[in-house]
C-alpha cells in the first residue's frame, strides 16, 4: 500500500525559505511510472499545485510560484523535497504531496495527511 | 489562463436525494486522444482530498457506484445518485490539460439539509 507523509518546520519566518520532505513507502520514487507533486491549500481556501518531480530527475512548476520553488529527489530515502524561498504570510497553508501516474492519467491517486506551514515572525 | 468555476458553491443535500455539481473550464479539456482531463475529488473534513472521478467519466479504485462524471470539453458534471451522509465534504473539479498544469475549481461544499 502506497503512503505519503509530509513532514518538515510548522512555523517559518518572512522572507526565509520554506523546506518540506515528503517521505514514500510502497513504491519507489526514482520509478519513471510515477510523478511526484506538491500541492497546497491556505487555511478555508482552494487547492493550488505547486509543482511536480519525475523518477528522470526531470520538475514541471506552477509558473506562478516558478520562480521560489525547487522540488528535488533523495532517492536514498526515497524522499522528495519542497523548497520554497522568500515565503510571505501568503505561502501559510497546508502542504500536501501527492502521486499521480506518469503514462496514463489518473488522476492524483494517493495523498499525504497534509502539514501546515506557518510563516510568521 | 485556464479558469475553472463551479456551480452551486455550497449545496445543501438530503440523504436519499440525488446531488449535482457544475464544473466549467474556460478552455477545452478534450484532448486529440479523446479524454476529457477533469478530475473531480472530495475533501472531508479535517482530511486530504480523494480522487472521485478522472478523465471526466472515470470513477477511481474503491469510489461507489452512486458518483458519476459526465461531460466534455468545456462543461462537466458530478453527480450523486442518493447522497449518504459521508457523502458531506468540498467537492472540487481540476482540469489536467491546459496552463497553468492541475489548476482547481474553488470547490462546493456539500452539508446535510
Known amino acids: 500500500q502506497v503512503q505519503l507523509q509530509e513532514s518538515g518546520p510548522g512555523l517559518v519566518k518572512p522572507s526565509q525559505t520554506l523546506s518540506l520532505t515528503c517521505t514514500v513507502s510502497g513504491g519507489s520514487i526514482s520509478s519513471v511510472t510515477y510523478y511526484w507533486n506538491w500541492i497546497r491549500q491556505p487555511a478555508g481556501k482552494g487547492l493550488e499545485w505547486i509543482g511536480r518531480f519525475y523518477g528522470s530527475g526531470s520538475t514541471d512548476y506552477n509558473p506562478s510560484l516558478k520562480s521560489r520553488v525547487t522540488i528535488s529527489a533523495d532517492t536514498s530515502k526515497n524522499q522528495f523535497s519542497l523548497k520554497m524561498s522568500y515565503v510571505t504570510a501568503a505561502d501559510t497553508a497546508v502542504y500536501y504531496c501527492?502521486?499521480?501516474?506518469?503514462?496514463?492519467?489518473?488522476?492524483?491517486?494517493?495523498w499525504g495527511q497534509g502539514t501546515l506551514v506557518t510563516v510568521s515572525s | 489562463d485556464v479558469v475553472m468555476t463551479q456551480s452551486p458553491l455550497f449545496l445543501p443535500v438530503t440523504p436519499g436525494e440525488p446531488a449535482s455539481i457544475s464544473c466549467r473550464s474556460s478552455?477545452?479539456?478534450?484532448?486529440?486522444?479523446?479524454?476529457?482531463?477533469l478530475d473531480w475529488y472530495l475533501q472531508k473534513p479535517g482530511q486530504s482530498p480523494q480522487l472521485l472521478i478522472y478523465?471526466?467519466?472515470h470513477r477511481a479504485s474503491g469510489v461507489p457506484d452512486r458518483f458519476s462524471g459526465s461531460g466534455s470539453g468545456t462543461d462537466f458534471t458530478l453527480k450523486i445518485s442518493r447522497v449518504e451522509a459521508e457523502d458531506v465534504g468540498v467537492y472540487y473539479c481540476m482540469q489536467a490539460l491546459q496552463t497553468p498544469l492541475f489548476a482547481f475549481g474553488p470547490g462546493t461544499k456539500v452539508d446535510i439539509k
Open positions: 478552455q477545452s479539456l478534450l484532448h486529440s486522444n479523446g479524454y476529457n482531463y
Open positions: 478523465l471526466g467519466s
Open positions: 501527492a502521486r499521480a501516474d506518469y503514462d496514463f492519467w489518473s488522476g492524483f491517486n494517493y
